[in-house]
């Protein structure tokens, strides 16, 4: 059975930083696309990086470039979203994402596979 546990949230001030860990069991990440995904109170869910299994090529929404940075840990089949210099706006819960043969990265409808989401608070 395919299954992904995302860990890592929590309170943040405004500037400080998270990690956030997507693991995977019963699969091998490295053969999948993972994407992370948000999703904050009243507003719809939208895609916030993604690392691709075919060339390891990242991509990264407007509102977190140079700010968020995501990576794969084959050993631990372990994808990792850095989250740096954070601000209030990017409170919300937060999902990891897996399928294959992705077209566009932040397209949820073309992910089967999804975690149960961690909470990140950005508030002083």
């Known amino acids: 059975q395919l299954q992904l546990v995302e860990s890592g949230g929590g309170l943040v001030q405004p500037g400080g930083s998270l990690r956030l860990s997507c693991a995977a069991s019963?699969?091998?990440?490295?053969?999948?696309?993972i994407a992370w995904f948000r999703q904050a109170p009243g507003k719809e869910r939208e895609g916030v990086s993604c690392?691709?299994?075919?060339?390891?090529?990242?991509y990264y929404a407007d509102s977190v470039k140079g700010r968020f940075s995501i990576y794969r840990d084959n050993a631990k089949n372990t994808v990792y979203l850095q989250m740096n210099s954070l601000k209030p706006e990017d409170t919300a819960v937060y999902y990891c994402?897996?399928?294959?043969?992705?077209?566009?990265?932040?397209?949820?409808?073309?992910?089967?596979?999804w975690g149960q989401g961690t909470q990140v608070t950005v508030s002083s």
């Open positions: 994402a897996a399928d294959r043969n992705i077209i566009g990265w932040d397209h949820q409808y073309e992910y089967r596979y």
């Open positions: 690392i691709s299994s075919s060339d390891g090529s990242t």
């Open positions: 019963g699969f091998t990440l490295n053969y999948y696309t």
